[in-house]
């Protein structure tokens, strides 16, 4: 009974087998070796390429590792004994554009984190041969295989086509690269990339657009608002009304409806400015302003001739300065408000001298006053905090007086340079043509030499002499038909 309790307990013989699995992608295959039990049979090599056969693999099998598990006798592992290739997709091709595809209005931040809504850049500008877009060619994929030799093909990717488009071509170095054929602005829509040689706003310029900012000739149907600004390279043309804005165009400048502004705008040129009419603005031009009816509370400023000679024009409480003369119909009015026509001279050298001779005239002024503060220190016995505190005091008013007499050379050495500008940049032959009334109170000024109206006068023409200003009946110089053209004329 003992002995029995101890007898060995014996092992049933079982034979050992070979599996070999797929995966699912049949990507990879594995192999399980079962070892035998008791005296089971145990699998050899050929036994596995056997089950390896009957899956199918044939591709990718790692004879190597298949002859380590049975020479190593690394039975009930699984190892992965046969791997495939995994195929690479083709890479799709795509166009980078090298500007906004959707401008939004999202506002620009300044240096110190404010946020400037006017300023919104809706509008792309471009230039001829800058880049607009690259097609990046597609990037051929390589086939895979499956462990049982099964090609796997990448997947079949969307063509994509070079834009085409108005106003681009093939860059000449790189024919995947369009650019820009002129100067313009760019937008694409769809598969069209369109570069326009002129800038059409079909709004007012506000809120809804921003500042604009423009390389090519530029067209606003609507206005444009107060403290908005446009900036323009080439020829502008508004139809709206010009409000209280900041206006700049490299060549002419065309106000359709006229200019009202509220004595804080300004409108410059560097070709010439043509307006309905002008309402408490500055108008600054390089060449000729040409207005037609009502201008008044205005600065007006050309480098050419300033011309305001429509029937319904009327000048009123302005100043005008041209360098080769003004002709209107009528200026002044019977309330002699004030008018001051300067002629022969480059307007804003002529400006630039009467702020530097206002502050010269402030400096001078000054340097009296603390030169007089001065000598009464000296001579006062007594002076409040005694002795110590008059010298102080005195020390620093002779401070302040080398400081104003410093800045008084300066304004005046910097008035001498204007003045030579001036005097070198006259133009003795301008004139002053009234065609219609000019009304007394109204200053003319003509290469400095200085009148001022006494009573109403017509058709008559103020010139200029090295003694005097002269004037002119032009009933006596010209016919009734040559003044007529001249009215006409430009």
């Excluded at 049979?41 to 199918?56: F, L, Q, R």
């Excluded at 190597?64 to 995994?86: C, M």
């Excluded at 959707?102 to 404010?114: A, R, S």
């Excluded at 006053?369 to 905090?385: D, E, N, P, V, Y």
């Amino acid at each position: 009974m003992l002995k029995s309790l101890f007898k060995k307990k014996e092992i049933q013989d079982e034979d050992g087998e070979v599996i070999v699995k797929l995966s699912e992608n049949q990507l990879k295959a594995s192999i399980y070796v079962k070892g035998p039990a008791g005296d089971g049979y145990e699998p050899t090599m050929y036994d596995a390429y056997d089950a390896i056969k009957k899956k199918g693999i044939t591709f990718g099998l790692d004879d190597n590792l298949l002859l380590k598990i049975f020479e190593n006798k690394e039975f009930n592992r699984e190892f992965i004994i046969a791997k495939g290739k995994k195929f690479i997709q083709t890479k799709q091709g795509k166009i980078k554009c090298f500007f906004k595809i959707n401008p939004d209005l999202k506002p620009l931040e300044d240096k110190k984190g404010n946020l400037d809504y006017k300023n919104v850049k809706l509008i792309q500008n471009v230039n001829k041969g800058d880049k607009l877009c690259e097609f990046i060619p597609p990037e051929k994929g390589t086939p895979g295989k499956t462990v049982t030799g099964k090609n796997i093909q990448p997947e079949d990717i969307k063509e994509i086509k070079i834009p085409s488009g108005v106003n681009i071509e093939k860059d000449p170095n790189n024919e995947n690269i369009l650019i820009s054929s002129l100067d313009g602005t760019v937008r694409i829509i769809g598969n069209i990339i369109e570069v326009n040689p002129m800038l059409l706003i079909k709004s007012d310029v506000d809120f809804s657009t921003g500042n604009i900012e423009s390389h090519i000739p530029t067209k606003i149907i609507g206005d444009v608002k107060s403290t908005f600004s446009v900036n323009v390279k080439k020829d502008l043309e508004v139809i709206g009304i010009i409000e209280d804005a900041e206006i700049y165009a490299g060549g002419s400048i065309v106000a359709k409806s006229g200019i009202i502004g509220k004595k804080n705008g300004k409108i410059v040129a560097d070709g010439n400015i043509s307006a309905m009419n002008c309402q408490k603005m500055t108008l600054i031009s390089r060449k000729d302003i040409i207005l037609n009816e009502r201008v008044s509370d205005s600065m007006i400023i050309a480098d050419g001739k300033i011309k305001i000679k429509s029937r319904r024009s009327e000048i009123m409480r302005c100043k005008i300065i041209a360098k080769d003369g003004v002709e209107v119909r009528n200026i002044g009015n019977d309330n002699y408000e004030p008018v001051e026509v300067v002629i022969g001279m480059p307007g804003e050298f002529f400006l630039e001298r009467e702020s530097l001779s206002i502050r010269l005239r402030q400096l001078k002024e000054a340097v009296d006053r603390t030169g007089k503060s001065i000598k009464l220190a000296h001579k006062m016995q007594a002076f409040k905090g005694g002795a110590a505190a008059r010298k102080d005091s005195i020390l620093k008013l002779q401070q302040n007086y080398s400081e104003l007499v410093k800045q008084l050379n300066d304004i005046k050495e910097k008035k001498e340079k204007i003045d030579f500008e001036i005097k070198n940049k006259k133009n003795k032959n301008a004139s002053f043509i009234v065609f219609g009334k000019i009304f007394p109170k109204v200053k003319i000024n003509i290469c400095d030499k200085k009148i001022m109206t006494t009573e109403e006068n017509s058709l008559i023409e103020y010139k200029y002499t090295d003694e005097e200003i002269i004037e002119i009946d032009l009933k006596e110089k010209y016919s009734k038909l040559e003044i007529q053209r001249m009215m006409l004329k430009g």
